[in-house]
């Protein structure tokens, strides 16, 4: 199983709204990671743990709360959003570093706020 | 400010043809560089990826050409089919780094 699953596929949420995205791995990886996706841009990363410990914030703002319950679960909690954080919200998982190991995407969040 | 440069930004190639990607890198120490292949509604998907011992790596049709002395390297797609229309992104990571650093991304058209 090389899989990542992400739920919801598609979410629109208003800007007083609060909203989790989740995403699940069942292959052991300790390293798992957010990215935001615009159309037309690369990915953008946001957060990364490792061995279920916050270890990069790219200064993303406060109105993104991740949190990694366990090793195979990776949350992402949106609380007042606003309409410039549509986008797709992709989540990653790797073994270890990036350079040792291949990261494995999920399909993504579509967010639409609105 | 972009740590990898990559062009072009578009791309239409025939059938059967040679499609090329490049890509540019300022930081020397950059020590992984993967190229990612995206479909439209689909997270990004590992393609290939080189370390910089190396000047060349080939899988299949996709082979990246590898210049460490320019910081440079490339995506070549041989015989280039409709299947293999994608957005392509290059990346760079740091030795023992968790964070990919894209490119802006090459969408490929192959027409028929």
């Known amino acids: 199983d090389t899989e990542v699953t992400q739920t919801p596929k598609h979410l629109v949420m208003g800007m007083t709204n609060k909203k989790s995205l989740k995403c699940e791995q069942h292959m052991g990886h300790r390293a798992m990671y957010w990215y935001k996706q615009k159309a037309k841009k690369p990915p953008e990363l946001m957060f990364v743990?490792?061995?279920?410990?916050?270890?990069i914030n790219e200064s993303v703002p406060s109105r993104f709360s991740p949190e990694c319950p366990n090793s195979s679960l990776l949350n992402l909690h949106l609380h007042a959003l606003q309409p410039e954080d549509s986008a797709l919200y992709l989540c990653a998982s790797s073994q270890g570093p990036i350079v040792d190991t291949e990261a494995f995407f999920g399909q993504g969040t579509r967010l639409t706020v609105v | 400010q972009q740590q990898v440069k990559q062009s072009p930004q578009s791309l239409i190639v025939q059938k059967g043809g040679i499609s090329i990607i490049n890509c540019a890198y300022e930081n020397t120490a950059f020590d992984y560089f993967p190229w990612y292949q995206q479909f439209p509604g689909k997270g990004p998907a590992l393609l290939i990826a080189?370390?910089?011992?190396?000047s060349e790596k080939k899988e299949g049709r996709f082979t990246i050409s590898f210049n460490k002395s320019a910081k440079q390297f490339s995506l070549h797609i041989m015989d280039s089919q409709p299947g293999d229309s994608a957005t392509y992104f290059c990346a760079a990571a740091l030795n023992s780094g968790y964070a990919l650093n894209f490119g802006k991304g090459t969408s490929l058209l192959v027409t028929p």
């Open positions: 080189i370390r910089p011992d190396v």
């Open positions: 743990y490792s061995y279920e410990k916050l270890s």
